[in-house]
């Protein structure tokens, strides 16, 4: 089955503009959950949705945005960016709870 | 703080040579999980073990949850350069029946030599 597909896998962006990345989950998953990956600060926690509710959310500023839709896809959007938010952002889709997490390839955002 | 802590941050070892790496909170988690990461990829889950003291086997790979699931460790037997990777464990709380999100440890670095 196809797995969670994130889109692009590269950007590179101007300080101050705007991004949103997104992403689709494995069909069938309704959780998808985005973290930030840093070489100094590992993954962060960003968000998770469950059928279109934010049901977690990390500590970011209210810059960092983001919503599912019906289908279970979702996007994060970032606005204002700074040089700091130049990171891996990563989007994984579970089936549950319980279950383990599927991540996709990532976006690599640049912010110069 | 890091709520969950792993070591070592990096290892190097020899082809064929065992290892063990350590994931060590003071939280209790429902739930843990052992990821692995190569560079420019998300991160593939490996096992996910729920139970206190349990222990699940992956091939050459030994995964324990400690009796107060607090910690966890990841043996590998006879490390093969195939094994190089980004080793992350990741952890839930309970939350008065919810599930918290996935927290993450930083990673060991493992490099295996031929």
């Known amino acids: 089955k196809a797995g969670v597909t994130q889109t692009p896998r590269y950007l590179i962006k101007t300080r101050g503009q705007q991004v949103t990345l997104s992403c689709s989950p494995i069909?069938?998953?309704?959780?998808v959950s985005w973290y930030q990956q840093t070489p100094g600060q590992g993954l962060q926690f960003l968000f998770e949705?469950?059928?279109?509710?934010?049901?977690n959310k990390g500590n970011f500023p209210g810059r960092f945005s983001g919503r599912q839709f019906s289908n279970s896809r979702s996007e994060m959007n970032v606005s204002t960016l700074e040089l700091g938010d130049s990171a891996l952002y990563l989007c994984?889709?579970?089936?549950?709870?319980?279950?383990?997490?599927?991540f996709g390839s990532g976006t690599r955002l640049t912010v110069v | 703080t890091q709520l969950l802590e792993q070591s070592p941050q990096f290892l190097s070892i020899q082809e064929g040579e065992n290892l063990t790496v350590y994931c060590n909170s003071s939280?209790?988690?429902?739930?843990l999980q052992w990821y692995r990461q190569e560079p420019g990829e998300g991160p593939v889950l490996l096992v996910t073990v729920v139970t206190g003291g349990e222990v699940k086997k992956l091939k050459r790979l030994t995964f324990q949850f400690g009796d107060a699931r607090k910690d966890s460790s990841l043996h590998i037997t006879a490390a093969q350069p195939g094994d190089t990777g980004l080793y992350l464990c990741?952890?839930?709380?309970?939350?008065?029946?919810?599930?918290?999100?996935?927290?993450f440890g930083k990673g060991t670095k493992l490099s295996v030599k031929p």
């Open positions: 994984a889709s579970s089936f549950g709870d319980i279950y383990g997490y599927t």
């Open positions: 069909s069938g998953h309704r959780s």
């Open positions: 939280s209790v988690f429902s739930s």
């Open positions: 990741a952890g839930k709380k309970n939350y008065g029946g919810s599930q918290g999100n996935l927290i």
């Open positions: 949705y469950f059928s279109e509710t934010q049901r």
